[in-house]
């Protein structure tokens, strides 16, 4: 039982260029969440899905696309990396009741 | 003004101290969770509650609804407590994060 696994876990990426972080859960959840974690500010929710087939954007979507594939992965995409994406992202699968479960993290860097 | 704060933003502690983080939130919630995360970076949950109080080990969580106020307490800290230490509302089945707590504890 591996819990949430993201990967990978560094990327750097230049400014322009298109990248997806991988996020995948092996709980059975329903609901799964993209967040991102910039200095000196709480984790902001960029997306999140409440189940297989629905996603919905959160407090900062914009530059942001995500795809759930199926129950157990949920993917976020960069189309076109801007330097002020550059941030740790953090996935989270939820269990019940609001039981948060965090995978490690990837530490994207946009030059 | 941020609908969750915690105070302090950072605290260093002798190793043996009892430490206190505070959480104030200012809208109806669901429940709330204390996080914390190492240097390393994971996010793991320590608690979550939506009334009373809940200890595990050296650490206790309590929360007064009607004050809006939450406080996470560590007794006899030792070095491995220092990480920085969030706590997160939830709302309409989403979490507000606080900007965090660093603490320090030294030898």
């Known amino acids: 039982n591996a819990g949430v696994t993201q990967t990978p876990k560094f990327q750097v990426l230049k400014t322009g260029q298109s990248m997806t972080l991988q996020c995948a859960q092996d709980?059975?959840?329903?609901?799964m969440y993209w967040y991102r974690q910039d200095p000196g500010m709480g984790l902001r929710l960029i997306y999140y899905?409440?189940?297989?087939?629905?996603?919905d954007k959160g407090e900062v979507p914009n530059g942001y696309n995500v795809s759930r594939l199926n129950k157990r992965e949920f993917s976020l995409r960069l189309e076109s990396a801007a330097p002020s994406q550059t941030s740790v992202y953090f996935c989270?699968?939820?269990?019940?009741?609001?039981?948060?479960?965090f995978g490690p993290g990837t530490r994207l860097t946009v030059t | 003004k941020n609908e969750v704060e915690q105070s302090p933003q950072n605290l260093t502690a002798q190793e043996g101290e009892f430490i206190t983080i505070n959480c104030s939130y200012s809208?109806?919630?669901?429940?709330l969770h204390w996080l914390q995360q190492h240097p390393g970076g994971g996010i793991v949950s320590l608690f979550m509650?939506?009334?009373g109080k809940k200890k595990h080990g050296r650490l206790i969580a309590t929360i007064n609804i009607q004050e809006k106020h939450s406080s996470l307490h560590i007794t006899a800290s030792h070095p491995r407590d220092s990480a920085v230490y969030i706590c997160?509302?939830?709302?309409?089945?989403?979490?507000?994060f606080g900007t965090g707590t660093r603490l320090q504890v030294f030898p």
């Open positions: 709980m059975n959840h329903n609901s």
């Open positions: 809208v109806g919630i669901s429940a």
């Open positions: 509650l939506s009334s």
């Open positions: 989270a699968s939820v269990g019940s009741p609001y039981e948060q479960y």
């Open positions: 899905s409440a189940s297989e087939g629905t996603t």
């Open positions: 997160a509302v939830i709302i309409i089945g989403k979490l507000i």
